[in-house]
């Protein structure tokens, strides 16, 4: 199975973005979905993800900003970004979530199978 993303580019602060990934080889309706961004010199930070069942969960830094969405019919995610940071500056990727739990209400999860990635870069 893999995933194949696009959508990302350069913008300017406060401009948006919409990022989407592909699945395909596996039964992609049936797994809950994240949204993984990684900056240069630090670690993955889970962005956003979606259950099968379609609810949703947000880091905070981009709650009110960013927004999921699931098609199940064509396999594919999607991540509208708006009010872009250069804090939001990295490498974004899809990811399968192999597993999930809350550590003091926060959701916490993790994955097995992910994307390439796309770059985004928030920049005047």
């Known amino acids: 199975g893999q995933f194949v993303e696009s959508g990302g580019g350069m913008v300017q602060p406060g401009g948006s973005l919409r990022l989407s990934c592909t699945a395909s080889?596996?039964?992609?309706?049936?797994?809950?979905i994240l949204w993984v961004r990684q900056a240069p010199g630090e670690g993955p930070e889970w962005v956003s993800g979606?259950?099968?069942?379609?609810?949703?969960h947000y880091r905070n830094s981009v709650k009110g900003r960013f927004t999921i969405i699931r098609d199940n019919a064509r396999d594919t995610l999607t991540l509208e970004m708006n009010d872009l940071k250069a804090d939001d500056t990295a490498l974004y990727f899809c990811a399968r979530v192999s597993f999930s739990s809350y550590l003091g209400g926060v959701y916490q999860p993790t994955y097995d199978y992910r994307g390439q990635g796309t770059q985004v870069t928030v920049s005047s």
């Open positions: 080889g596996w039964s992609f309706g049936n797994y809950d």
């Open positions: 979606i259950s099968a069942s379609g609810n949703t």
